[in-house]
């Protein structure tokens, strides 16, 4: 299925856009705290300027959890992603649910000019998928009844 629109379209209707970047020096704990307070489920994390990994609430509970860590005496940087996969915002919508699938991953951080201008969720994917279907529909709808203008 081909989805209309770029990562750009995305970062325009989110309602927040703004990302919350950690210290790899941090603790987990100190990044999971995060997360919950901005109701997000990734953080960039960034040293001197620069993303140098991603941590997820996946991360926590698949090197903490399950492997009796404690996430007071971890530092982000003992569990983060080092590899990161990111998109521009250039990128088309379908691309990125391409990326997601191939990677498994559910957070794309966008980047231009090796600048992070935003992060791009599954669910940030899906939001726009409903939004472009129902503006569709609506469309279709008045061609049929004649409220379209022709």
């Not at 940087?77 to 990111?86: F, P």
């Not at 957070?107 to 129902?134: C, R, Y």
């Amino acid at each position: 299925m081909r989805v209309p629109g770029t990562v750009s379209s995305i970062l325009t209707h989110k309602k927040a856009s703004t990302c919350w970047p950690i210290s790899p020096d941090a603790t987990v704990f100190e990044a999971v705290r995060m997360m919950a307070e901005k109701n997000i489920g990734a953080l960039p994390v960034m040293d001197r300027g620069k993303m140098v990994g991603i941590i997820t609430e996946r991360d926590y509970s698949r090197k903490i959890v399950l492997r009796n860590r404690t996430s007071k005496d971890t530092l982000v940087r003992d569990i983060m992603a080092t590899t990161v996969i990111t998109v521009t915002t250039h990128d088309a919508v379908s691309d990125c649910f391409r990326l997601m699938t191939e990677h498994r991953v559910r957070h794309l951080p966008v980047v231009e000019k090796e600048q992070l201008i935003g992060i791009v969720s599954i669910g940030d994917l899906v939001n726009w998928v409903i939004s472009a279907q129902s503006a569709t529909i609506d469309n279709l709808e008045g061609y049929i009844s004649g409220r379209y203008p022709g």
